[in-house]
């Protein structure tokens, strides 16, 4: 087997495909911030009487959104406030994953992040991380309706003022997927948090290290490493 058809066997219906530009989610896509998340959602789980495993099946999900489906109306403000405030304070352990510097470097300003955490969540975990500026990230500040919902990835897409259709989106989760699928985009799924069996994606990889970005004539290419 030829290494051309080696790229082309993983990456399935991606193979030869070019694209505008990548947008990636962020947590269990380009950084690893799991270890803090659960100490965080566990903590709060607790001060809010709630069963931890309640919280399972929610990766990718704005806190909003989670917070709300948990608790009565009257306290959803006072407690998302407060799992904002101990994930904000909690970036111990957050590092990039195997890939993802590299993908960033060689995409340069091809590439913007829509994530479901709050600006200022983003901001910190982005810098713990040390990943390079990006130009474009969207948080859940900046839209109505999050992850499973498009408009993440839509407005990352204006954002970069490309056509959505004409992007790849790199993600981790079943509900990242289906916002990418739902604003039009290509998409290739990581298994960082979640085995393959649980990702619908064009093509499905082990981590960004797997492949290899790269522009071309002012088109986004990739290839199996």
């Known amino acids: 087997m030829t290494e051309r058809d080696l790229s082309d066997r993983i990456l399935g219906e991606l193979a030869g495909a070019s694209f505008a530009a990548v947008l990636f989610d962020m947590d269990g896509t380009l950084i690893d911030s799991t270890p803090a998340v659960e100490r965080s959602w566990t903590r709060w789980a607790a001060e809010q009487g709630i069963d931890p495993y309640r919280l399972l099946g929610?990766?990718?999900v704005p806190a909003?959104?989670?917070?709300?489906t948990l608790l009565d109306e009257t306290a959803v403000p006072a407690a998302l406030a407060r799992i904002t405030e101990i994930e904000t304070s909690d970036v111990d352990g957050v590092i990039p994953l195997p890939g993802t510097l590299d993908a960033l470097v060689a995409l340069g300003d091809?590439?913007?992040?829509a994530t479901s955490c709050t600006r200022d969540l983003a901001a910190v975990r982005?810098?713990?991380a040390q990943l390079p500026e990006l130009a474009v990230v969207v948080t859940a500040d900046?839209?109505?309706h999050g992850k499973p919902a498009p408009d993440p990835y839509l407005l990352a897409a204006e954002r970069l003022g490309v056509d959505p259709g004409d992007c790849?989106?790199?993600e981790d989760a079943p509900a990242g997927l289906a916002s990418a699928a739902a604003a039009g985009c290509r998409t290739l799924a990581v298994t960082t948090t979640n085995p393959a069996a649980k990702l619908t994606a064009d093509a499905v990889v082990t981590n960004l290290a797997a492949v290899q970005f790269s522009v071309v004539d002012g088109r986004v290419r990739l290839s199996a490493v």
């Not at 091809?110 to 992040?113: G, L, S, V």
């Open 126 to 128: 982005i810098a713990a």
């Open 64 to 68: 909003a959104a989670i917070v709300s």
């Open 168 to 170: 790849l989106v790199v």
């Open 142 to 144: 900046d839209i109505v």
């Open 58 to 60: 929610f990766h990718g």
């Open 110 to 113: 091809r590439a913007a992040i």
